[in-house]
């Protein structure tokens, strides 16, 4: 594994953050985007106690607010409030979330299940143009499959281009993989390199689960890959490591993919993705070694157990 600098990135063995690495102010993650050694890309999850109070100033940030386990909150922001349900886990059901625009504050405060705490993300991206501040329920946020046999998975496309536009550079969406199933295949990249004009930074957060249950698993795990030849001024980078339940991954450059969830332990992973582009997108390139793998699902069944999860909650095969 290098351990040199890339132009934009930290040091490849920092890339990875295990669970509990990335705490700030007892916070479980957080990455800005001077942590990260970029320019756009940032994220924090925080919990909140029941009736318990967060104020936000975004600043340059524009943040979606994805509620992950232990109920919803309710979002105080330019005179609106809006109240949000969310979901016992990422495996219970897709949740509503909130878009919070740039130079603005906002308090958010705890609706946790029986008094619990609720976990919550909140992706950010340094943006330069104000959106409004938008309430998006679950019934309407869109889930597409993808690939077939064992590389079927859910894409969960709640602040995706084209779903939702009312954002400058922010984009997020949820990948959900059964277990033993591969997703983020074939490999791909973002970065700008030749033959790929896309330039986005990227970060994975992780969490696993247990199979026949929607509750996370910390023995369980999965196998992730990033990877890159010398292209200089960034360095060759190969990456095969095992992930855990609340690991962050960092992608400044190179192909990504696969992520294989182990047999027994279903994947989830929040997609935070940002660059300088003046459109947003999730354009992507196939490492051409292994495109042709996307030709060899025509014909294959798509797993049944896809999808996962709707907003009415698990869906069973």
């Known amino acids: 594994m290098s351990e040199g600098l890339g132009p934009r990135g930290p040091r490849v063995s920092s890339w990875h953050r295990p669970a509990g690495s990335a705490v700030?102010?007892?916070?479980?993650?957080?990455?800005?985007?001077?942590?990260?050694?970029?320019?756009?890309?940032g994220l924090r999850v925080i919990r909140l106690?029941?009736?318990?109070?967060?104020?936000?100033?975004?600043?340059?940030?524009?943040?979606?607010?994805?509620?992950?386990?232990?109920?919803?909150?309710?979002i105080d922001v330019d005179d609106q409030r809006?109240?949000?349900?969310?979901?016992?886990?990422?495996?219970?059901r897709v949740s509503d979330w909130a878009y919070l625009p740039i130079q603005t504050e906002a308090v958010l405060t705890g609706l946790g299940a029986d008094g619990g705490?609720?976990?919550?993300?909140?992706?950010?991206?340094?943006a330069a143009r104000r959106f409004p501040p938008a309430y998006v329920p679950a019934a309407e946020v869109p889930i597409e499959l993808r690939g077939a046999g064992p590389a079927t998975r859910q894409v969960t496309n709640f602040m995706a281009p084209g779903v939702f536009d009312g954002a400058d550079k922010?984009?997020?969406?949820?990948?959900?993989?059964?277990d033993g199933n591969w997703s983020?295949?074939?490999?791909?990249r973002h970065d700008g390199s030749?033959?790929?004009?896309?330039?986005?930074?990227?970060?994975?957060?992780?969490?696993?689960?247990?199979?026949?249950?929607?509750?996370y698993e910390p023995e369980g795990f999965a196998q992730h890959r990033t990877y890159a030849d010398a292209d200089p001024p960034r360095d060759a980078v190969d990456v095969n490591l095992t992930v855990r339940d609340g690991d962050a991954f960092l992608i400044p450059y190179g192909y990504h993919g696969p992520c294989v969830a182990a047999p027994g332990y279903p994947l989830y992973y929040l997609n935070v993705l940002a660059g300088p582009g003046g459109e947003r997108t999730m354009a992507f390139c196939d490492d051409p070694t292994h495109h042709w793998v996307?030709?060899?699902?025509?014909?294959?069944?798509l797993d049944p157990r896809c999808p996962m999860t709707t907003a009415d909650g698990v869906r069973r095969p």
Request: hydrophobic fraction near 40%; include cysteine.
């Open 170 to 178: 922010l984009m997020c969406v949820e990948l959900l993989t059964p």
């Open 294 to 301: 996307r030709d060899a699902w025509e014909g294959q069944a």
């Open 82 to 92: 809006f109240e949000l349900e969310g979901r016992s886990s990422v495996f219970a």
């Open 24 to 41: 700030v102010d007892g916070d479980p993650v957080v990455i800005t985007p001077q942590d990260a050694g970029w320019t756009y890309a």
């Open 194 to 215: 030749a033959g790929c004009p896309v330039d986005n930074e990227e970060i994975y957060y992780f969490r696993v689960g247990r199979l026949g249950s929607t509750e």
């Open 184 to 188: 983020s295949y074939p490999p791909h």
């Open 117 to 126: 705490e609720v976990e919550v993300a909140i992706a950010s991206a340094v």
């Open 49 to 74: 106690a029941r009736d318990g109070a967060r104020r936000v100033q975004t600043g340059d940030n524009e943040m979606a607010v994805l509620p992950l386990s232990g109920g919803g909150l309710r």
